[in-house]
């Protein structure tokens, strides 16, 4: 992944490794003191506009290598401007498979759809989203990212993808089978 922890010098208007939306209502930068164990962070604000509604924002990363394991975990560190104003957040897993979109979700902070979330702190929190099923041909474009889905203020920083992550009980199986 480049620039994981958005410590490379940022152009105006560019963040190396990533690509992300804009327009109205939209901010997204890095910002020297306020990492989380980094001097920078990424911020993503999400805000109302004259012309309606707050927009949806959207950060991808550079594309990344398929895993030859059929898995990929996205590890990051995340915190609200304000805990009591939820964002709805997705950490996505996105590529193409056969040409078409193929998207994994994960919900952090506010409820998209009334299944329970993990909240969102004004403190660093890790946050884990793991995927056991990626195809293992025709998987192509693999990007990592995170999607505000309306008005919102959030913070990342330190994101790590790892392609083989096994849980505690499947690292008990290897380890019995050793």
């Known amino acids: 992944l480049q620039n994981p922890s958005f410590e490379s010098p940022a152009k105006p208007d560019a963040i190396p490794g990533w690509v992300h939306a804009r327009g109205p209502g939209v901010e997204v930068g890095v910002m020297r003191g306020a990492g989380f164990r ?11 506009t004259a012309e309606g509604p707050a927009p949806i924002v959207w950060v991808r990363s550079a594309p990344l290598p398929v895993p030859s394991t059929g898995r990929l975990s996205l590890l990051v560190h995340l915190r609200a ?10 950490l996505a897993i996105e590529g193409k498979l056969d040409g078409r979109v193929k998207y994994w979700k994960a919900n952090i902070g506010a409820s998209e759809d009334g299944q329970p979330v993990k909240p969102l702190s004004v403190e660093w929190s890790q946050f884990r989203f793991p995927v056991v099923d990626l195809p293992q041909s ?10 505000l889905m309306g008005e919102g203020d959030v913070w ?5 993808v790892f392609d083989l992550w096994f ?10 089978s050793i």
Request: aromatic share 2%; glycine share 6%; charged share 30%.
């Open 167 to 176: 849980e505690e009980n499947e690292r008990n199986e290897l380890l019995k």
């Open 138 to 147: 025709g998987l192509t474009d693999l990007r990592i990212g995170f999607d």
């Open 38 to 48: 980094s001097p920078s962070g990424l911020h993503v604000v999400s805000r109302p």
């Open 81 to 90: 401007a304000n805990a009591a104003k939820q964002p709805t957040l997705r």
């Open 156 to 160: 990342i920083d330190e994101v790590q």
